[in-house]
């Protein structure tokens, strides 16, 4: 009877990962799922358009030395009233006219600068998307694969703490067990079945995740393959922390967007300080009027001209703009240093991470690889009635969790150095992983 309910309990599990999953023959790598997605997500439009905006901003504003080309017609007719006579007579005018800003007083060169650097800021932006998008559909990848891990060994101790509590009742049966040791291991039994009931709800939750960032909704977990970080990516991780913080206040897109910030706020200031300064611009024009002046006859002119203008009323109608700028400068500044703080603590919390994760994953794999062989001499003590069921019990818990926690820090491992690379700002879609190398879970072959 106990074994027709474990095999009635697996064949369950089963039917609930595969109702989440269709089986192809193809592994869908993530580096596959993330090329699936990288140039058509919205967020990834989106900070294509902004950037594409940016740009045409900056052409705009060079427009502003273009010259400034018209032409203008006028046809009608004059009628002269006189003693004698009147006499009604038609005439054209034709004018053609070029105007050019010549100077403003910086006003104009360091607008143009500012586009630019709002074209650079947009395009850190879409580094931005990009790699918020790499990391995050990392994490419903990975994420679905360490929730199907955590499913599997929930229903492996399910079915070992079911098995032990059969041999339990059987032992006593037989004269040979104590009651106490069925009540434990019912016990347990019962909290492996809420387990597992956790454990399916979060694999849902984490099919629905990758579901959403994948916008697909044919997962095939069978599949999917945990991923082996990239020698490329690898190579790029700092050494250590003073690396990682001097890397990050040279590269961190946050805090290269504030100094341009600061950059940007100064020439709002030239701006402002352009508005005291004299414009020069200048102007040729040339007409062709054919009886214009009611003469009967026709003529030409031509005019070039340089205008100088001091703009004396801006010394009292433009100040608050400039005290306002100035104060905007000064607000950018401290912007800045308050952004460095927070880069060198990002930093520093990337690399402990990356640290930490490296050094757990060593110790999960031993805590693994020990509490599997804990488990398989409790079991042949218990058999030997060497020990109590309490042993097995308590080794068939450690496993389970000792197997969760290397899922969890394996998977631990790979966004850790996608986080320490995006924040010196190193990461790229060819690191995600390494789709050449035979070997183990990030271990290379030999």
Known sequence: MTWIISILKKFFVIMTIFSFTLVNVNAETLTNMVNQILDS?????????KLEEADRDITDALLAYAPDLSVKYESGRNEKEASTSNSLKNFTTWDWTWKQKIMDSGATLNGIRNKELESEKSGLDFITARNDLLIEAA???LGLIKAGEKLEASVAAEENTRATSGQEEIRVQVGSGL????????RQLASAQKTV??????FKSAVFTFEKIFKTDV????????PRLSPDALSMVPNSMEATVELALANNRDLLKSKMDVEIARNDLNVALAGFGPT???ELKYSDKADASHTAGSHHEEQLKVTVEFPISGFYMERQGYLNDRSALDRAINDLAVKERDTVKVAKDAWVEYSNARTMLSYSENEATIAQELLTIAQKERAADQTDAAAVLSAEETLESSLKDLSDDSMSLVTSVYEILDVINSLEPSMIENTKVEGTFNTPSS
């Open 280 to 282: 020069v611009d200048g």
């Open 179 to 186: 009651a106490s040791d069925v009540l434990k291991a019912k």
């Open 139 to 141: 994490d419903a990848y």
């Open 197 to 202: 009931i956790t454990d399916e709800k979060s």
């Open 219 to 226: 997962i095939e977990t069978a599949n999917l393959t945990k």
């Open 41 to 49: 997500h919205e967020d990834i439009v989106n900070a294509k358009k």
